[in-house]
């Protein structure tokens, strides 16, 4: 039996990439290698085949009729595996990250150096939006969503629990600090949920009347509602995985320290990918957010869960 001629993929490749820029020295660029090389590759594989396909001028070359033929072989076949194995590349080296703007910008974000470290050869695209804005299906590597406590979480991994109570800056704090169950009236309680269910659910653990809270400033993100909350305008209702910055500088505490945290909520995440990087990345969020939950700095104690 005839054995056909081993003719060199990387020749094949070198002629494709002239064919498609028309030029040796553009190609020599894309490539990463000198004129010459490219030129070498293009003869050895038009002596190996017999054939020539290239019309050779002063600043041009153009494809012959043998080396159009050839190119439209050969060019989808080589391209094809160029885009596999860049698209496989970026599996290994590249993830995408949703998460609303607050829990990116306050955790994720400030966390990262830490998956750097680890990692440093793996790009991070973080995509942010307002939690009413996403998409019901994930459309990233990972997505990490917020649930209410109650709310159907299938296929959904738990990040951290949201345990809430209120905070406050320490200048409101000690401004009320005598006045203990009664700061409830004494502080106006930011607003950052549709129709306040995060109070009304922590009112109705504890079994607080929510006629004890005035309501004041409303904002659209917890984000938001921090800075405001650190401004001095009131307290917010919020979990140690927002406010772990604030609470290790001192610029808020917690404003009832009577009242144990409430969960009435968990962060959540779903995979698009088994890639190696897309476990890689998971593991790194579950052992953050365990560091998290040891941290000496939290300002929360056991509480209890809300079915």
């Known amino acids: 039996m005839q054995i056909g001629r081993r003719i060199s993929l990387n020749a094949i490749r070198v002629f494709v990439t002239v064919a498609r820029t028309g030029s ?14 490219v030129s070498h590759q293009l003869k050895k594989l038009e002596t190996e085949l017999g054939a020539s396909f290239l019309n050779r001028g002063n600043n041009f070359v153009s494809l012959t009729d043998a080396g159009e033929d050839f190119y ?18 970026r599996q290994e080296t590249e993830i995408s990250v949703q998460a609303s703007t607050s829990l990116a910008v306050r955790w994720l974000i400030p966390s990262l150096h830490r998956f750097r470290a680890l990692y440093p050869d793996v790009r991070v695209r973080i995509e942010t939006g307002s939690a009413q804005g996403f998409p019901a299906v994930a459309i990233s590597d990972v997505s990490i969503r917020y649930f209410r406590a109650g709310e159907t979480a299938e296929g959904w991994e738990l990040l951290e629990r949201d345990l809430s109570r209120p905070v406050v800056s320490q200048s409101v704090f000690e401004k009320n600090a005598d006045r203990r169950g009664s700061a409830l009236r004494a502080v106006p309680a930011l607003q950052c949920a549709a129709g306040n269910w995060d109070w009304k659910l922590w009112c109705q653990t504890l079994d607080i009347p929510m006629s004890e809270l005035s309501f004041a400033d409303q904002f659209d993100t917890d984000d938001a509602a921090l800075h405001a909350c650190v401004a001095g305008l009131g307290m917010v209702l919020a979990p140690s995985i927002l406010t772990t910055k604030e609470f290790e500088s001192g610029a808020l505490v917690a ?32 052992a953050e957010a365990r560091s ?10 056991d509480a209890p869960s809300v079915a």
């Open 72 to 89: 439209q072989e050969v060019g989808p076949a080589i391209m094809l595996i160029e885009r596999s194995a860049n698209a496989l590349y």
């Open 292 to 301: 998290l939950n040891s941290h000496p700095s939290r300002p929360i104690i």
């Open 255 to 286: 404003a009832l320290p009577e009242y144990a945290p409430v969960e009435i909520g968990s962060y959540r995440y779903q995979r698009r990918s088994e890639s190696r990087v897309v476990r890689r990345f998971c593991s790194w969020m579950d």
């Open 24 to 37: 040796l020295t553009a190609a020599a660029g894309e490539l990463g290698v000198t004129t010459g090389a």
